[in-house]
């Protein structure tokens, strides 16, 4: 089951968020509007994709080209092994926020986990065999998920590749995209042109 999924995380993680978007098409919150609850799960999960998004940029500053090539220990990368996962999470998470429903918001949770611990577990294993030794001990030293920023060092110079941070800068703007989307979609329930099925926490 975990090399499946590692293998094919692209193509499970589509159809699992395929389910996730009809139910938002479909599907609205019971939270009184305006309200002042409403706002604050909007806004913060704003704020969570906007920390996605630009942390996004950051790990890949530091990871395009170097993958499985050299350990990284710099950046991100010296406060958690994964952190272009960890910044994922935090904006799948923001999305479900976005959306006002805490049901599609713990679904988008499970569904994460569920895909990813599982992606991450054998990639680790990969990265083992093709680094060996000094990956080992990077794995040691550095937290796998939740960031340890007392580790935290950098360099004052570092080379990038451009072409591909260039594709990451265009992975980000998705999340961007994905925002206005959701407003979209609100905006049509409002106004009756999408119709909601029904309504849920």
Not at 32 to 46: I, K, S
Not at 66 to 87: A, D
């Amino acid at each position: 089951m975990e090399k499946f999924i590692a293998r094919n995380r692209i193509v499970v993680t589509r159809w699992s968020f395929g389910i996730v978007i009809l139910l938002v098409l479909f599907t609205s919150h019971i939270w009184p509007r305006p309200g002042l609850f409403e706002f604050l799960l909007q806004a913060l999960g704003f704020v969570m994709i906007v920390i996605a998004v630009f942390g996004r940029l950051w790990s890949s500053v530091f990871i395009c080209g170097y993958k499985t090539k050299e350990v990284i220990q710099y950046g991100p990368y010296s406060i958690t092994r994964n952190p272009l996962y960890v910044f994922s999470f935090i904006g799948a998470v923001g999305f479900g926020l976005v959306t006002r429903s805490l049901v599609i918001t713990a679904l988008i949770i499970f569904i994460y986990v569920f895909i990813y611990a599982r992606t991450v577990a054998s990639e680790e294993k990969k990265l083992e065999e093709v680094l060996g030794v000094k990956y080992l001990q990077y794995k040691a030293n550095t937290p796998r998920f939740f960031p340890d920023l007392t580790l935290y060092r950098s360099l004052p110079q570092y080379t990038i590749n451009v072409p591909l941070f260039e594709h990451a800068f265009k992975d980000a703007v998705w999340f961007f995209l994905g925002y206005g989307a959701l407003q979209i979609i609100d905006l049509l329930h409002r106004h009756a042109i999408l119709p909601v099925l029904f309504r849920m926490p």
